[in-house]
């Protein structure tokens, strides 16, 4: 089978490279998709969110922070507010909050302190915690000074916002992203009210960590209850229903983005399946004279076969392997958008499953047809 | 003598354009054990048809074709192809070796179904290589050898094995007359020296001069069978 790929060499590399450029591309894809939907699927079931029933876009009252601690079940709330601005130069864009420092960390357990201190952070007034990626995309350090330019709320004399890095963090779930700057709300709420900045004062949305034990379903209805008439009407639904709607607000990517490589696949699908029939055609006569030797029709077939699966598998377990080496590359670039992006186990059994597939079906109708032929029909076609 | 190979009765027509032309029409032939026939005949009379039908390439429309006590028009696909690798080495007028493998890897292609070691699966393929004079050339390329000794190659892909019979389909058929001659001289002593019989499909009496026994076919019948009164000596042999 090596021996009749290394005959032609140069179709051999050319197929084995759109296989190897197939499945590169469906790691890709497919990583991406999953770092999209892990972070449904890593939600906790214990975290609910409270944002306002009219759009993400509003905010809530600060007041409701004690209403909603009034609610049974409840063990702590913590503000998030969405802050929307950007380092340096717009182009520099990521996402930062406002949060509660005290209840912060301690409703992520998937978090944890790679450097500097959490409590140095809680305890401070306009430090600042930033995650793993952040660090490693703009070099900052604990102890930097980062200037971040508010657009929602710009602060009155022009200039920049300065948190001071305190803690960096990394996480262990794909539904936090490393990426992100905490800084106390506090330090946004005296701002806006000390006159220093404009906006408004309000939250975007409210964290709400349950009892153990408690049921989700019932808490949120009973916070949804509670405003019911208003002032402001709330919508409590749980972190993985919350990450779902954050994610469809990108439209159907999941859909388009299997449906890229759903496409991909099937077009190296009829480039190898090409292939191998020219290869099958082409090799007729030795078909003939195998079968005059002795080779059963069985063993001709599995010899077409075989070929096609190993030609696959050379160009899938390269584009797979391609994918894993560059991983690291591509996390740097994806992490913004897709924290948890990653080549994992699963994803490189998908591509190689793919290239396997590929390898089988194209492989079946040349071979097929191989077995089919009298010895007699062969050497005589083959002439 | 024993008949090694006993043909009755055996037809077979093709069809072509939707016309059925038969090619072989009620054959009744016998040929004995350890002899060098060459089967003679005008074109389409049927000589490559009865040689594939004999081969257990190809299968009767009717009658028996048995060769060595066994009815091959009986065998199922699978048991035909066992007894091919068995029984039977060809050689063809295009030699027909696999490009893309060596002499030696192509010596040892029928040797794969043997139930032989790798070792001796190896010593045999280039025992068969030296028997043809192509000891030295055993890891060349097909395309890399002349004609003359890709079919000296192609012989020795037929006789590694051991086949009792071997058949040649106009072996000389691409080959310049002095190749030829090597190759049919090489024949001759696969016949003479291992006791091979030997069945050689040609148009050509040069080549036919080589073989003990003339058979003639006409139009898909047995024209004749005759002893070769006029054959040629071989280099271990006098005429």
């Known amino acids: ?383 | 003598m024993d008949h090694l190979i006993d043909l009755r009765g055996v037809t077979r027509a093709y069809q072509r354009g939707g016309e059925t032309v038969s090619v072989l029409d009620g054959l009744d032939l016998q040929m004995d054990a350890g002899s060098f026939y060459a089967l003679m005949g005008p074109s389409g009379s049927g000589k490559t048809t009865l040689l594939n039908l004999i081969g257990g390439l190809d299968r009767p429309d009717s009658g028996e074709v048995l060769v060595d006590g066994t009815d091959l028009a009986h065998l199922g696909g699978s048991a035909l192809s066992r007894w091919r690798a068995d029984h039977v080495g060809f050689v063809f007028q295009g030699f027909n070796l696999l490009p893309v493998l060596s002499a030696l890897d192509n010596v040892l292609l029928p040797l794969q179904l043997t139930p032989l070691s790798r070792r001796a699966r190896h010593e045999q393929a280039e025992r068969a290589l030296a028997l043809v004079g192509l000891g030295d050339r055993m890891h060349h390329k097909p395309r890399e050898l002349s004609g003359g000794q890709e079919q000296r190659v192609a012989i020795a892909r037929a006789i590694a094995t051991d086949p009792t019979l071997i058949l040649a389909d106009e072996p000389t058929g691409d080959l310049d007359r002095s190749s030829a001659d090597a190759v049919l001289e090489l024949l001759a002593r696969l016949n003479e020296e291992l006791g091979k019989t030997i069945l050689m499909v040609t148009h050509d009496p040069l080549a036919a001069s080589f073989a003990h026994r003339l058979v003639h076919l006409d139009k898909g019948r047995l024209g004749r069978i005759e002893d070769n009164p006029e054959r040629r000596p071989t280099a271990g042999r006098p005429a």
């Open chain 1, 1 to 383: 089978m090596f021996r009749n790929l290394l005959a032609h060499p140069v179709r051999t590399v050319l197929t084995g490279g759109s296989v190897l450029l197939a499945v590169f591309l469906l790691c890709f894809l497919r990583a991406t998709v999953t770092a999209l939907t892990s972070s449904v699927e890593q939600a906790s079931t214990q975290r609910l969110w409270v944002q306002s029933a009219v759009s993400l876009l509003v905010d809530l009252p600060l007041a409701y922070e004690s209403k909603i601690k009034q609610v049974d079940g409840i063990e702590w709330v913590c503000k998030w507010q969405w802050f929307g601005g950007y380092y340096k130069e717009e182009s520099n864009f990521f996402a930062q909050f406002g949060v509660d420092p005290e209840t912060m960390l301690k409703s992520y357990p998937e978090m944890e302190i790679v450097s500097g201190s959490y409590e140095e952070f809680a305890k401070s007034r306009t430090g600042c915690m930033i995650g793993l990626d952040l660090q490693r995309r703009y070099g900052f350090k604990v102890g930097d000074r980062v200037p971040i330019v508010g657009k929602i709320f710009p602060r009155k004399d022009g200039s920049p916002w300065e948190f001071e890095v305190k803690a960096v963090y990394r996480t262990t779930s794909a539904a936090i992203d490393q990426g992100t700057l905490y800084f106390p709300f506090d330090y946004l709420r005296e701002s806006i009210e000390g006159g220093s900045a404009w906006g408004d004062v309000g939250i975007g949305v409210f964290l709400v960590k349950l009892r153990p034990g408690a049921d989700p379903t019932r808490v949120a209805a009973a916070i949804d209850l509670l405003f019911d008439r208003g002032p402001q009407r709330v919508q409590t639904t749980t972190e993985a229903e919350f990450s779902r709607q954050f994610v469809s607000m990108m439209g159907n990517v999941p859909l388009l983005l299997q449906s890229i490589g759903g496409a991909v696949l099937f077009a190296i699908f009829f480039a190898m399946l090409n292939t191998m029939l020219m290869a099958g055609r082409e090799r007729t006569r030795d078909i003939g004279v195998m079968k005059a030797l002795g080779f059963t029709d069985a063993v001709v077939f599995r010899s077409l076969l075989g070929e096609s699966l190993l030609l696959c598998l050379l160009g899938g377990g390269a584009g797979a392997g391609l994918a894993k080496l560059v991983e690291a590359g591509l996390q740097r670039v994806m992490s913004a958008q897709f924290p948890g992006f990653a080549i994992d186990a699963a994803t490189v059994g998908v591509g190689l499953g793919a290239a396997l597939v590929i390898g089988t079906l194209a492989g079946l109708g040349p071979g097929w047809r191989a077995r089919g032929l009298t010895p007699v029909a062969a050497l005589r076609e083959g002439i």
